[in-house]
């Protein structure tokens, strides 16, 4: 069966700091891939999704960037973090081909505090 | 761009009471999901029902996608369905899934 990660669970991290989170899926081959960002309180907003390796669609001019390095990796980055960059990172995967496998999902997530 | 809303924003239900949730969307969509996001934060697949109507326990689902709306129906419900119940949406001819405003569900005992 299928399983995705995420790492870390939470992180506390300064202002100006960079970022690195880390997504990964087993049991499963060229998987869609995406970030979405939680703010407290809100819904989840789509940042990035990637259907390949090296393949990256930004859906939000902001802060962060986005990588995929391995056909099942995905990574969100930040060089600076702003105070805004706060919230919780879901990760989530779906699998590509037929529209009758859009079913998507998602890792445990990351909750980043920017202080 | 596609709105996806959902209602009511908020409810509180005594244990035992059955609920109605509603997702209104605004253009076609492919398919679409709901979601239990429990008071962790993991997001929890209950149904993908892009037309029709399923259902797995207390729970079950309608989609009508002709007139863009999406039910679920909550009957009995029991503490631990409190949450946040989200619906999220395929965009046709896109690899993108657009989420609603969510329901904000809490049960007591």
């Known amino acids: 069966s299928q399983t995705i990660h995420q790492w870390p669970a939470t992180l506390v991290q300064p202002v100006g700091s960079p970022l690195s989170l880390e997504c990964t899926v087993e049991?499963?081959?060229?998987?869609?891939l995406y970030w979405y960002r939680q703010a407290a309180g809100r819904g989840l907003q789509l940042l990035f999704y990637?259907?390949?390796?090296?393949?990256i669609s930004s859906e939000v001019p902001q802060n962060l960037s986005a990588s995929r390095p391995q056909d099942r990796q995905f990574i969100l980055s930040s060089k600076k973090l702003l105070l805004s960059d706060s919230g919780f990172y879901l990760c989530a995967w779906s699998a590509r081909g037929s529209s009758s496998y859009n079913e998507q999902f998602f890792g445990p997530g990351t909750r980043l505090t920017v202080l | 761009g596609i709105q996806v809303e959902q209602s009511p924003p908020d409810l509180i239900l005594q244990e035992g009471a059955n609920s109605t949730l509603r997702c209104n969307f605004s253009d076609s969509v492919n398919n679409l999901q709901w979601f239990h996001q429990n008071p962790w934060g993991q997001l929890i697949n209950l149904f993908y029902?892009?037309?029709g109507t399923k259902q797995n326990g207390r729970l079950s689902a309608t989609t009508v996608a002709t007139e863009r709306y999406s039910l679920l129906y909550i009957s009995s419900s029991q503490t631990t369905d409190s949450g946040v119940y989200f619906c999220?949406?395929?965009?046709?001819?896109?690899?993108?899934?657009?989420f609603g405003t969510g329901t904000r569900l809490k049960v007591l005992a």
């Open positions: 990637s259907v390949g390796i090296g393949q």
């Open positions: 049991g499963t081959s060229n998987p869609n």
């Open positions: 029902i892009p037309s």
């Open positions: 999220a949406v395929h965009l046709s001819g896109t690899y993108k899934y657009i």
